[in-house]
């Protein structure tokens, strides 16, 4: 057998989300694995994506993925698929498995899939170059709140620049955070921190099911959005920073987002 180790990102959505090219390389495999805790395929099932592809999958976990034993293990004796949503490079865990395998002597092909960071401000209309640092938002346990996710969002806005923020994944719990959780969150850092971050007026944008068939889009300002329906996760938000005429028009047009958005100077 040959040995190998074939990185595969499955995209947003769907089983056909990924390329031809990544399809028949899991094809040729002898054996896939693949891990969703770090994010979930759209509308597919394990079982969906075993059918597309013609071959068992082992699902891991964060643990097992962070000591990669298994995965190099077999890497180093036959053709391995390691397959994740969105694209498969952007998880420091997956590059840490790669040097492994690189380290190991493991021949290793990529296939890159269509990420969140790239889909979410296209849908948006938001210009990609415009964003500054991502955040991540935890879920709130026993009254735990860090505050270095609301610092990072008003770091990026003070210089203009949009955040993506992620919401907290737990796959193994089925535990998704809303959209609604997600301005909760920001909400409450701004009663305990009261730096400004988070107004009345302050913009929001939440994309639901991003790539999807089912994919909704929305802007507005915080109390609005939390008594609207947001969709079903997975979920994104943006805290747009300064918005060139163009983002304005598209937020107003794609996102429902106030009229006032769109300045009278614009």
């Not at 170059?129 to 990026?156: A, C, H």
């Not at 992620?166 to 719990?173: G, V």
């Not at 909704?216 to 060139?244: M, S």
Request: overall charge negative.
């Amino acid at each position: 057998m040959t040995s190998e180790l074939v990185f595969v990102g499955l995209g947003l959505s769907g089983v056909d989300g990924m390329t031809v090219k990544a399809l028949q390389a899991l094809k040729e495999c002898d054996k896939i694995y693949a891990e969703f805790y770090t994010s979930t395929l759209i509308g597919a099932s394990a079982e969906d994506l075993e059918k597309a592809i013609g071959k068992k999958i082992d699902i891991i976990y964060r643990q097992q993925v962070e000591e990669g034993e298994d995965v190099i293990e077999d890497a180093m004796r036959m053709r391995v698929g390691f397959v994740t949503a969105g694209d498969t490079m952007l998880a420091t865990t997956h590059v840490d498995l790669r040097i492994q395998a690189v380290e190991a002597g493991i021949p290793v092909r990529i296939f890159h899939g269509i990420s969140i960071f790239g889909a979410c401000p296209a849908s948006l209309g938001l210009q990609p170059y415009k964003f500054g640092r991502t955040v991540t938002l935890p879920f709130l346990e026993k009254g735990y709140q860090p505050k270095s996710p609301y610092d990072n969002i008003k770091e990026n806005k003070d210089r203009g620049l949009h955040t993506m923020v992620l919401l907290d994944i737990r796959a193994d719990e089925l535990r998704y955070m809303t959209a609604h959780q997600a301005i909760e969150w920001l909400i409450e850092g701004e009663r305990k921190w009261n730096e400004g971050l988070m107004t009345d007026k302050t913009l929001v944008c939440a994309a639901s099911k991003v790539g999807s068939s089912e994919e909704r889009l929305f802007a507005g300002y915080p109390q609005d959005l939390l008594k609207r329906d947001l969709g079903a996760p997975l979920q994104t938000l943006v805290i747009p920073g300064n918005l060139h005429f163009m983002e304005a028009f598209a937020l107003v047009r794609f996102a429902g987002a106030p009229k006032e958005t769109i300045k009278e100077d614009d």
